[in-house]
């Protein structure tokens, strides 16, 4: 026997609702992404014009400008800037993607949990039956999506203009795992602000601030750590777990895609276990 | 399940917000029970512990037999909840807000879910946060009655309702009785919930001051007493007499007006009243809505016969 569920998509189509909207209407991991589509868009899109704009500088950069990068930048991978890989690790990989990652990780985060709570949505959404483990299994699932979603533009963008670029040192896989490491560090992130909300109850503008201002302070760790002799302290930020192993280079690195899944893991489970015990508030 | 709801001792302090203070009340299986109070009295405190939206301090509560945070899935599968101000994301249509909500129970028929909006003329194609506060209520009106949950919990549900919609509201509330549901719904004012409710329980500052029925309710308020006498009284005369109370004597031009409130017997003011020409007497039940208002307020606290103490 088919299982029939009578669900408010069977029968005559409710005003309203359009076809597209009944389909992601199904589920909080579907709808979430449904409601979030255009932010979601737009951070796919910014993210992946701004990666083939400077992937595309490449051509144009001389030995001359290599060479004039102080020192100071070398610890934020400026150190190579001849080699496509070494340009890429700079300017795309190593500073602008990542730290557009690691915003849209603390910006869509701090609506996962926090923003609802602060209007009040939550109560409505938690007075039927769904667990609040559920909920925000769902709320990740929908911003992990977001994450990769990115990476895919992001690659798609460097695909489309690796030849035009003279990116052509570099492999299709190389690229591919430099993208899978950068959905990685958007989900840490994400998962950081959406631990921090389901955790505490801070509202929105808060969660952002802690998780944005965290990702940046690890950035500058993870930049400066060489220059004071003390690269072990990069080992304790995510961007060395996300840059470290060069992926360009080096495809993708086991461990350290591990070491950024399990920091995700560790935090959403941190997170649903205090958003299971603790009073929801306005 | 011999009780919809029970709450047993039920105590709720955090922060700095006043929460609630050992509070006990029954809810009986298809009995529609008002729930009153100011703002501020602990009434969305309650809601929000029978929903397992928070947990009690002190104290134990049961919905439907079970633990709203422990069960709480189970329990949510049963009931029906509206908020005071129902908040959703204003950039979805009343049509996909509700669909999707529906879709969590597990999904609700189309027909029923446009029945409900016909009925509160709701307008499904319109995006939320184009609709007025009252047009948003409705929304979750028929969130909260699409499935007929065996339980409604409802929280100042018709605020932003025009008189015309509140009686549909109401309308609504008995049809649920009839079919056997369980109503609890809060409110701050006595008329609304007056018509439709089969028991009253009434608290301030945390606190249960009082649970009877509509009509215990009307028995247990005082009376309102004008006396016009003849001739110029002295209002100390009438003072002490028991049970008088705000009394008031104001000399006219045929003699003097005496008001005052009556608890208890009459007896008494009419013997005393007796002794001089009197030209008038009207006497009046005091309204609902003032005996409410009286609970309300500390010093008029010998208007319940079982108001509690307040510090």
Redesign the interface.
């Known amino acids: 026997m088919t299982a029939v569920?009578?669900?408010?998509?069977?029968?005559?189509?409710?005003?309203?609702?359009?076809g597209l909207?009944?389909t992601f209407?199904?589920?909080?991991y579907t709808?979430t992404l449904f409601?979030n589509r255009r932010v979601l868009a737009v951070w796919a899109l910014a993210t992946g014009l701004l990666a083939a704009m400077y992937a595309g500088f490449y051509p144009q950069l001389t030995a001359d400008a290599a060479d004039s990068v102080p020192e100071a930048m070398r610890g934020f991978g400026f150190d190579d800037l001849t080699s496509a890989a070494g340009y890429l690790q700079g300017a795309v990989f190593g500073l602008l993607v990542p730290l557009l990652a690691t915003f849209y990780g603390a910006a869509t985060g701090a609506r996962m949990i926090s923003a609802d709570e602060e209007?009040?949505?939550l109560?409505?959404?938690?007075?039927?039956?769904?667990?609040?483990t559920r909920l925000l299994l769902h709320r990740i699932a929908a911003l992990a999506t977001g994450a990769v979603l990115i990476a895919a533009v992001v690659l798609g963008a460097l695909l489309t203009v690796r030849t035009s670029a003279e990116l052509d040192s570099i492999s299709a896989a190389g690229f591919t795992a430099q993208a899978v490491s950068l959905a990685l560090l958007a989900l840490a992130f994400g998962a950081l602000a959406t631990g921090i909300g389901a955790a505490t109850g801070k509202g929105r503008a808060t969660v952002f601030g802690i998780t944005a201002g965290t990702g940046v302070l690890t950035y500058s760790l993870h930049g400066f750590a060489p220059q004071i002799g003390a690269d072990w302290l990069r080992h304790l930020t995510p961007f060395h777990y996300y840059i470290g192993g060069e992926p360009l280079k080096n495809g993708l690195q086991l461990a350290d895609a591990g070491v950024l899944s399990a920091i995700s893991a560790m935090l959403i489970g941190l997170g649903t276990w205090r958003f299971s015990h603790r009073?929801?508030?306005r | 399940m011999n009780t919809a709801i029970v709450l047993s001792e039920l105590t709720k302090t955090y922060g700095t917000r006043r929460g609630l203070t050992e509070l006990s009340l029954q809810v009986n299986p298809g009995e529609v029970l008002g729930y009153l109070g100011p703002n501020g009295a602990g009434k969305s405190t309650t809601i929000r512990l029978m929903l397992g939206l928070i947990r009690p301090t002190s104290g134990a509560i049961r919905v439907l037999g079970l633990d709203p945070h422990a069960d709480a899935e189970k329990v949510h599968r049963r009931i029906g909840y509206l908020a005071g101000d129902f908040l959703v994301d204003g950039r979805q249509r009343a049509g996909e807000c509700l669909a999707f909500l529906g879709n969590l129970r597990g999904g609700v028929p189309t027909q029923r879910i446009g029945e409900l909006a016909d009925r509160l003329e709701l307008d499904l194609s319109a995006r939320i946060k184009s609709l007025s506060k009252g047009n948003r209520q409705k929304v979750g009106l028929v969130q909260a009655f699409m499935h007929r949950p065996e339980l409604l919990i409802l929280d100042e549900p018709t605020s932003g309702l025009d008189p015309l919609m509140q009686q549909t509201f109401l309308d609504m509330v008995t049809e649920a009785r009839d079919h056997g549901q369980t109503v609890f719904m809060s409110s701050h004012i006595m008329s609304e919930v007056e018509s439709v409710a089969d028991r009253v329980a009434i608290i301030r500052d945390g606190r249960l001051v009082a649970t009877d029925t509509v009509a215990g309710l009307r028995t247990r308020s005082l009376l309102q007493v004008r006396i016009d006498f003849a001739a110029p009284v002295a209002a100390e005369e009438f003072a002490a007499l028991p049970g008088v109370t705000d009394l008031a004597v104001t000399g006219t031009e045929h003699g003097a007006t005496l008001t005052c409130r009556l608890d208890g017997s009459p007896d008494a003011l009419v013997k005393a009243a007796a002794r001089h020409t009197v030209t008038g007497l009207h006497a009046d039940n005091q309204d609902l809505e003032e005996l409410f208002h009286a609970y309300y307020t500390s010093e008029h606290s010998a208007a319940g016969a079982r108001a509690d103490r307040v510090a």
């Open positions: 569920r009578n669900t408010a998509v069977s029968g005559p189509a409710l005003p309203g609702t359009s909207s009944r209407g199904r589920s909080i709808k409601d209007s009040g949505y109560d409505l959404l938690l007075a039927h039956p769904i667990s609040r009073d929801i508030g």
